[in-house]
């Protein structure tokens, strides 16, 4: 089994930056994709943006442009500058693991805010 645990959320105005890390433990060596999604009140989970085992990224609409990924083995990193009150959520981090096996870390709040 894989644990998650993400790092860096908190309120910030907007226009702001964040930067968010999620450590992964446990059968690390079966993680193939890791990523982010995150949740705002009322609304179904969204794609934040992802990293696969070969360094493709992928990202939400939303969030092109504003948002960056990055892996550095078993650790994933979301910075995120230029923030808008709509990117007000929990954001989860994700992974994708050889079975197979999705894991989801506890969220961390995300506030944009003035």
């Known amino acids: 089994q894989v644990q998650l645990e993400e790092s860096g959320g908190g309120l910030v105005q907007p226009g702001g930056s964040l930067r968010l890390s999620c450590v992964a433990s446990g059968r690390t060596f079966s993680i193939y994709h890791m990523g982010w999604y995150r949740q705002a009140p009322g609304k179904e989970r969204e794609l934040v943006a992802r990293?696969?085992?070969?360094?493709t990224m992928d990202y939400g609409d939303t969030v092109k442009g504003r948002f960056t990924i990055s892996r550095d083995k078993d650790t994933v990193f979301l910075q995120m500058d230029n923030l808008r009150p709509e990117d007000t959520a929990v954001y989860y981090c994700?992974?994708?693991?050889?079975?197979?096996?999705?894991?989801w870390g506890q969220g961390t709040q995300v506030t944009v805010s003035s």
């Open positions: 990293v696969t085992l070969g360094g």
């Open positions: 994700w992974t994708a693991s050889y079975g197979p096996k999705i894991d």
